[in-house]
């Protein structure tokens, strides 16, 4: 699987707000790389691919092959769907006795002014009109792989049934809360077929903060939604938890989760939820002897997370240069198995993040990181991230830089939230 690189510059509760990757916009809707040497060679990165999505009046996803050729090209279009209604949707596996090919959830918005306090949640089912639309679920990587949006697939090909969600969200501890259905903010988190049902993974924010963990069970032949389990974590914060992506492990849906305090970041816990299907229970782990960092990436292997993490401090000492952490975790005991430190060469500021991907093989560790554009360096008023940027490859081993390249896109000085994601053969596809 790609390895996501997620930001935590905007605190967030729920993955289908997490925008993990930022469509890229240049200034003339161009939106090709280059990358010219600055050190070593182009050879040096053959085998490595970076994917760019872009949004310049359509939907398309670009790959850009890197290798001892050059940078080579190529385009893929995505049809874009001509109903309205957009929604984040799932894989949940092919069976074709439902035809059931996606799952998701929507909200409606009954005025172009209204908020999420009056709109109305419903759970999205799509089923498909011929056996060859349904897609296969990879049980083997994170959600998010698994993951579409109902803009990014021809719709016509498939029969929409959407299903009313209402939840209160009273804790019964905060007085004059909100009414039933006020502040309910639903993500789904996973989906997965079970026993001849599909089970959907939501979470949301209560009123007293704490995150609400729900399993509702979906018969595919009725179409009736039932609630098998559910699970309520109170954290640190006054925002609720961030949880980033779930997977499938031994029989257990994980999620990877962070439960911080703004007002005191000391106070940073990574929590792995754990429901088991076979149970039907929930289960945490917190764990407080690593960290996420500023932004983090990370892929899902044979048993194996494995963690790419930007930081600006270590021990509570703001660092002088940004530094990536690699290390794996035992999914089974939550414990680190690896561990190892690079620097990046590349200056700390107050206003961003610039690493924004990180790729990992055998041998190398790559990541691009952007340089800062600004509109007043007096005022140090973040306008976006310039281009070029810096491509780097380093020995895994020494930590010594072996290519740098610099990332220019063509006809166009400047990128607006330039955003890569670093592929390669052999890891993780």
Known sequence: MKLKLKSKIIPVGIIASIAAFMIIFAKDGHNTINISAIKGSLKDMNGIYAELDKADG???????????????????????????????????????????????????????????????????????????????????VAESENQTSVADIDSTKYEKVMIKLNRSTKSGKVKDSVEVGEGFNPSLNYACRKDGNILLFISYTMDDSSTQL??????????????????????????????????????????????????????????????????????????????????????????????????????????DQYMINSFDIDVESMTVKSYSEYKTNSKITDYDYPVKDIYVDGDNLVYVISEIYTT?????????VSSPSLFRILDRNSGKIKFEGRITNTGSSYTDNIEIQLKGDGYNE
Do not use: W
Request: glycine fraction near 6%; charge should be positive; aromatic fraction near 10%.
């Open 376 to 384: 007043n360096p007096n005022e140090m008023t973040v306008s976006g």
């Open 58 to 140: 359509k939907y398309s996803k670009v790959k850009y092959s890197i290798g001892k050729e050059g940078v080579v090209s190529k385009v893929k279009l995505l049809k874009q769907s001509s109903d309205t209604q957009d929604a984040l949707i799932t894989k949940v596996g092919k069976d074709p006795h439902d035809m059931i090919a996606y799952v998701g959830l929507y909200q409606d918005f009954p005025e172009v002014s209204s908020t999420p306090d009056n709109s109305t949640n419903k759970i999205v089912i799509l089923k498909a009109k011929n056996e060859k639309y349904i897609p296969e679920k990879d049980m083997d």
């Open 214 to 319: 729900e399993v509702l069970k979906l018969n595919t032949e009725t179409l009736d939604i039932t609630t098998e389990s559910k699970f309520n974590y109170k954290g640190l914060g006054a925002s609720g938890i961030s949880i980033y992506d779930t997977f499938m492990d031994n029989g257990k849906v994980v999620y990877l989760a962070e439960d911080y305090n703004l007002k005191n970041v000391n106070q940073e816990k990574v929590v792995f939820f754990k429901y088991d299907l076979a149970k039907k229970s929930y289960s945490s782990i917190k764990r407080t002897d690593f960290k996420l960092g500023d932004s983090f990436g990370y892929s899902v292997n044979d048993g194996v997370l494995s963690l790419r993490n930007v930081l600006s401090s270590k021990d509570g000492k703001r660092l």
